[in-house]
């Protein structure tokens, strides 16, 4: 099954080149420097600001990791003045 579609004909399923794209349209329509973060810097950005809400054992859950190393290695970014304001423009935060 497949989560995303096209909504013009012949309506199959979108790649995942076409999903990368859509994510830059939206960082560049938010202020975001695409040259610096791309599609996937969402991902790490997005659990950095959740861990301050939520439980890493919460995240990794959703995220499908079985080690707290994976999350501290690759996700777990210190939050700098870049980071934050890719981080709010991203959660919509002020």
Request: charged content about 20%; hydrophobic content about 45%.
């Amino acid at each position: 099954m497949q989560l995303f579609l096209s909504v013009k004909e012949p309506y199959s399923p979108v790649s995942k080149d076409t999903i990368a794209r859509w994510i830059r349209q939206i960082l560049a329509i938010a202020g975001i420097d695409v040259s610096v973060f791309k599609a996937h810097s969402v991902r790490s950005a997005s659990v950095s600001a959740a861990s301050a809400f939520v439980p890493v054992a919460d995240i990794m859950n959703r995220a499908g990791w079985s080690q707290e190393k994976t999350f501290s290695t690759y996700y777990n970014k210190p939050i700098n003045e870049i980071n934050n304001r890719f981080e709010n423009a991203i959660l919509g935060l002020k």
